[in-house]
DNA sequence: CGGCCGACCGATCGATCGATCGGTTTTGTC
DNA sequence: GACAAAACCGATCGATCGATCGGTCGGCCG
């Protein structure tokens, strides 16, 4: 389900992948520091992944592909109402950069460190992201429930002001996960209105 | 004047790196590329500063220095009803991250490459351009000009849009920088009222 | 039991890292 | 034009980088 972030879902070694490159980001990064924080070897770290690159690219692949997926799931089980919709899409994007703060933190930051074709098929998917938000004002434009003259540029703001969320929000910070989603959904619904 | 873009106002070697920070990110940069870019060998660029760092340093520095100083001036000069003020401040913003885009893009990206106390004093300057944007609020919610529930939250929020534009636009992109302006600033008075 | 394969490791590779050395050239001042 | 200070450089330092090597180990299949 797009509300449960409970299980794992992420393969071990790019979990603790993920904490270094929270913590000290890609370049930053040896690999001898993933591999003690995967409990292996250098020689072992290789055995599952062919490079450093191999082992970002794995990781912004399947938190990308998480997203995307819970995204769709978001507006599958929507009432169908646009109202609806748009907060559907708007509520899963903060959950998720809520629960999964560092993934996606990583996975946003990290997109100038993807060489070559990697980086592509990652704004590749952050652009269907986007895509869906944008759907949902257009087709609130359409019903006459919004109306912002820039569209495009307001579904930018909604997806930047979710992403940025990752980057300030703290689990023990003044308000509840809860609190911070009802307060930024406000906030998204004012940006199309 | 808080407008005017068009003096260097950057020490050469600090523009260099500006260029290379932004392309590569601080820890995906050598020393060596650095002096390159700088028209110096390594050493010769030693002989101006101690140390990697230490450039970083300087630079993040420099530019929010700029940014605060501009805000400031923004201010200064402005009608005195809030919503001139809170334009004001929005629109230095923009002008900010579109015209300074690089050097804007690296002093908020390489937050995390600053080590020890340099960090805590890039978050100080950070705060106080953000304070400037609550204060314009909180001050529009008195004079019943806004009517935002979350002004703290509303800040954040216009500020990360701000921000923002120096990840995407483009020189050569579909608008003018004017326009950009514009529906940034209609987006942020959404955001308030 | 024998053979094999995936998982894993210690040791080490060449390359490159940030930084430093002693020494040379350029520049400003009297 | 003497001279000190500032600007700059080639050569090189020890450390560490990403990656690779040959080899060990344990569990599964026949």
Redesign the interface.
């Known amino acids: 389900m797009w509300r449960d972030y409970d299980k794992a879902g992420l393969d071990p070694i790019l979990e603790a992948a993920l904490q270094v490159f929270a913590a000290?980001?890609?370049?930053?990064t040896t690999i001898r520091e993933l591999a003690a924080a995967a409990g292996l070897s250098v020689a072992g770290l290789y055995h599952h992944y062919a490079s450093k690159q191999d082992i970002l690219f794995a990781l912004v692949t399947s938190v990308m592909t998480d997203l995307l997926e819970r995204v769709e799931g978001a507006l599958e089980d929507s009432p169908p109402d646009v109202g609806s919709r748009f907060a559907r899409v708007v509520e899963c994007m903060l959950h998720f950069h809520l629960f999964q703060r560092e993934a996606a933190f990583v996975a946003s930051?990290e997109l100038?460190?993807l060489e070559g074709s990697h980086r592509q098929e990652y704004v590749a998917m952050r652009d269907r992201v986007q895509a869906a938000i944008e759907t949902q004002i257009v087709a609130g434009l359409d019903a006459g429930e919004f109306s912002?003259?820039?569209p495009h540029?307001?579904a930018?703001?909604v997806a930047?002001?979710c992403v940025?969320v990752a980057s300030?929000y703290q689990p023990d910070g003044e308000h509840s996960p809860a609190e911070v989603t009802r307060?930024?959904l406000?906030?998204a619904r004012?940006?199309v209105?």
């Not at 000290?24 to 930053?28: A, R």
């Open positions: 000290k980001g890609y370049h930053g930051t100038r460190s912002t003259p820039f540029e307001a930018r703001a930047t002001l940025g300030w307060r930024h406000e906030l004012r940006l209105m």
